[in-house]
């Protein structure tokens, strides 16, 4: 890299901390103030920068709107799925992702079981919102307020004798889940069937996918299965190092 694209790039980081005048740019690049001057100005040409009225600089506003406009174009599915398929292949169970939309938590990809016993999943249709695994995932890290609202909106069927049944043992859960990093549904769906899943997050640390290992207990038992999660949310890590945009964290 050149020592001006280097330079120049150093200054954002910088003013990520908040306003900076001249003088303190210069000083934290080391360099002499028309330097700093030369390459600030490039910046604010490109919106990159904007210099305030007393005189010191902050990110500009097109910073903003590119990294906004680069997140919408960031395909979760894609940028998933090779992982999914390694984490399959390693392990041999079913492999799920999911992201929460309009109220519903929607499978977006599944790599199936080596296995032959399969489970019925299928992709675009919603989950078992208060049991799943990726759906508890995906609702511990909505806001206070607006998770307690969906809780007390939300039907509890008793699809199995471990099913959560009522609000404030969701809420419980989910509580827990948020805590420990990870998720599990431990035939709260299906008597038969187990699974843990972990949070992929974005830049800003906020989940905006699930994913998940699955399997009927005829296969492998619950404790076999969490045995996995170490796997599992390494897996979950890497994807979102790669949906983040980030070489190392």
């Not at 010191?56 to 910073?63: D, I, M, P, T, V």
């Not at 169970?93 to 080596?114: F, M």
């Not at 699974?195 to 997050?201: F, K």
Request: aromatic share 6%; charged share 25%; hydrophobic share 40%.
């Amino acid at each position: 890299m050149s020592q001006t694209v280097d330079r120049a790039l150093r200054i954002l980081p910088l003013l990520a901390e908040g306003p900076a005048n001249l003088e303190q740019v210069a000083t934290r690049l080391d360099v002499h103030k028309s330097t700093a001057l030369r390459l600030l100005r490039t910046l604010h040409e490109h919106g990159l920068v904007y210099r305030q009225g007393d005189q010191r600089y902050r990110l500009g506003g097109r910073l903003f709107a590119l990294a906004q406009e680069a997140m919408e174009n960031i395909d979760i599915r894609a940028t998933a799925h090779p992982h999914l398929v390694a984490l399959n292949e390693n392990c041999g169970h079913t492999v799920h992702l999911a992201v929460h939309e309009e109220g519903e938590v929607i499978y977006v990809d599944k790599v199936d079981s080596r296995y032959p016993v399969r489970m019925y999943s299928r992709i675009g249709k919603p989950v078992a919102i208060t049991v799943a695994a990726v759906a508890k995932i995906l609702l511990a890290d909505l806001p206070g307020d607006e998770l307690r609202t969906l809780a007390r909106k939300l039907d509890y069927p008793r699809y199995t004798a471990r099913s959560i049944i009522g609000p404030e043992a969701f809420l419980a859960e989910l509580a827990k889940v948020r805590e420990q990093g990870w998720a599990t549904d431990f035939g709260g769906h299906e008597e038969s069937i187990n699974c843990v899943g972990a949070p992929i997050r974005g830049h800003d640390g906020r989940v905006v996918a699930a994913m998940s290992v699955s399997a009927p207990n005829v296969v492998v038992t619950a404790e076999e299965l969490l045995a996995l999660l170490p796997l599992v949310r390494r897996t979950a890590q890497t994807i979102s190092r790669d949906y983040a945009g980030y070489t190392s964290r």
